[in-house]
């Protein structure tokens, strides 16, 4: 694929934790460079050769999709060794697909192209607030609070002919104990490493009101008379409460964390003790990453189909949980038991 098609990419794929699109990597095959690889509601990564509101989504499993692009039937064929690495991947966020794809030795496209879209990050300015507040109060001081954004932080930087300037990027560099020209850099890096915390902390929130409606709809299940004597159901839905639960604590604990460490940074701020917080927030990505993609998807499932407490009846609930919600639920647990702790 053309550099014209990675840019083309919709935004709301290039922000998703769910959807790759496959342009991303250079196939042998260019056809399936127009497809996506998706999570199904069973945590299943499967390929999304179509998708219209007229059309539905043609989906097709990873074992068939040679098929469908006329490979030969050889397990080793480029293509389709690379796709099963690429499907075993826990998460799409772009800050995962960063990490993972260089620990896997997954070819890329170009690297430069997995960032969020400009729309994501004009949404996610009020969550950065937390972040560049500190940053503009360490250089500027209470009397420069004025500033709006953090992009004017950057531009003020970049544009070092006015005395002011120029006397802000000469604090910045000496608290930081970097060279003038190290400035940029580091403003970039502390940009794009916050702004993946700003990116997760939405994904969270967006997804916490389905959470509470999915955890509450399985406790009132379990209290329903017809299914009192129903051990496979009461066991069932008290397991994969537990698990949903568990996880979200788990994705909340790590940036409570992440803002200890980021408020302690800033009491005695270095570029070494920025590298050392980045290095830690980075070393959970794939699991947070992981996390918040396993629970995007199960919401999203169960919400489309219940979208409210008074949605389907509880037969038509428990069907679905045992057919859907069980499905996949293991690799919940995978992800948040192989993470170790912070």
Known sequence: MSEQDIRAIDDADRDS???????????????????????????????????????GSGQVPIDSVGKAFGWPDDPAHPDRVLLKRIAELPSYDVYSLRILFRRHDIPVTDYTELKLSEQKKDELTEYMRAFTRPLILQTYG??????????????????????????????????????????????????????????????????????????????????????????????????????????QDAVTSRFNAFDIQTKSMWKEITATRFREVETLIKGHHTVIGGSLCALTVKMNAWTELFPDPNSGGPMERAAFIASEMSQGIEKIREIEESSGNL
């Open 17 to 55: 934790l769910y959807t790759l699109p496959l342009a991303f990597v250079p196939f042998k095959t260019p056809a399936i460079g127009g497809a996506r690889l998706i999570k199904n509601g069973r945590l299943e990564s499967v390929v999304e050769i179509y998708k219209g509101k007229r059309i």
């Open 142 to 247: 209470e009397s420069d609070m004025d500033i709006p954004d953090y992009q004017d932080v950057i531009a003020l930087f970049r544009k070092p002919s006015l005395e002011r300037a120029r006397e802000k990027l000469n604090i910045m560099a000496e608290k930081l104990e970097i060279d003038l020209i190290e400035v940029p850099k580091f403003l970039e890096d502390y940009s794009d490493i916050f702004l993946s915390i700003a990116y997760f902390r939405q994904c969270l929130d967006q997804i916490k009101p389905s959470i509470t409606n999915f955890l509450e709809s399985m406790q009132a299940l379990r209290k329903k008379r017809q299914f009192a004597d129903d051990t496979s159901l009461q066991e069932g839905t008290s397991r994969i409460a537990a698990t949903i639960q568990r996880l």
